[in-house]
Nanobody, 117 residues
Framework: QVQLVESGGGLVQPGGSLRLSCAAS????????MGWYRQAPGKQRERVADITTTGHSNYAESVKGRFAISRDNAKNTVYLQMNSLKPADTAVYYC???????????WGQGTQVTVSS
C-alpha cells in the first residue's frame, strides 16, 4: 500500500507563498495521476489541483493562476506551489491519487496552511 506524507505547510501572510510537498512510497507512483486536496474547518474536502502521469494539470477555479502542481517521478514526489495566498486558502492540505481511493485510510495526515495577518 502506498503511503503519502505531506509537508511544507505553515503560517503565511496574505499575498505570501508556500510550497507543499508530498512524498509517496512505492514504485507505482509514476503510473497514477495525483491530486492535491484541502479541507477547511466545517467544510467538505475539495480538489485543488491534479496532474496526470504525463504532467498535464488541472485546477479548481478558486486557485487557477495562483497555484501550480508539479511532480518528480524520480523522487516519487508531487508538489504544490501556492502564490498570492488568501485567507480563504486556509485549510489542511492533502495529496492523494486522482481520483482518490474510496478507502478513508488512503488519506495521510495532511499539512496545515494558515493564511492570516
Amino acid at each position: 500500500q502506498v503511503q503519502l506524507v505531506e509537508s511544507g505547510g505553515g503560517l503565511v501572510q496574505p499575498g505570501g507563498s508556500l510550497r507543499l510537498s508530498c512524498a509517496a512510497s512505492g514504485s507505482t507512483f509514476r503510473d497514477y495521476s495525483m491530486g492535491w486536496y484541502r479541507q477547511a474547518p466545517g467544510k467538505q474536502r475539495e480538489r485543488v489541483a491534479d496532474i496526470t502521469t504525463t504532467g498535464h494539470s488541472n485546477y479548481a477555479e478558486s486557485v487557477k493562476g495562483r497555484f501550480a502542481i508539479s511532480r518528480d517521478n524520480a523522487k516519487n514526489t508531487v508538489y504544490l506551489q501556492m502564490n498570492s495566498l488568501k485567507p480563504a486558502d486556509t485549510a489542511v492540505y492533502y495529496c492523494n491519487f486522482f481520483p482518490p481511493p474510496v478507502s478513508p485510510q488512503s488519506w495521510g495526515q495532511g499539512t496545515q496552511v494558515t493564511v492570516s495577518s
